[in-house]
């Protein structure tokens, strides 16, 4: 995986938490991006590691405006696209310190994780 050790790091971390309230949670590795599922589900985020940066952008299932009223982390629309993946995942948000990891996996967990 290319990423920073800080990167890498924060995505490790988020997984393992959520882990605790996903059972059999899978993590599917490239280069630079992480996929989560549960089998027999559909992916519910997409995680983007950075080289150089220490933090990670993550990529979810669920209404931008829904997620922000859920969250204090800067959740952002996507921009206007179309196509599969631009189609399903319409918001992103940034983890840039290990004290957001909880925050993270709630949002993630209260509603990417259910519609998934």
């Given at each position: ?17 959520l ?10 590795e ?19 590691h ?28 996507r ?8 189609a399903?995942f ?13 925050t ?10 259910r519609?998934?």
């Open positions: 995986m290319e990423a920073s050790e800080e990167s890498k790091s924060l995505c490790d971390k988020l997984y393992e938490r882990s605790k309230r996903i059972s059999n949670l899978q993590r599917v490239t280069q630079r991006w992480c996929g989560l599922y549960q089998p027999n589900r559909n992916r519910f985020a997409y995680i983007n950075r080289k150089r940066m220490h933090r990670i952008e993550v990529w979810c299932l669920g209404d931008p405006t829904e997620l922000q009223r859920n969250t204090t982390l800067n959740v952002k629309p921009q206007p696209t179309t196509g599969g993946f631009s399903l319409q918001a992103r948000f940034f983890v840039d310190h290990p004290s957001e990891i909880e993270a996996c709630d949002l993630l967990y209260q509603i990417s994780y519609l998934s």
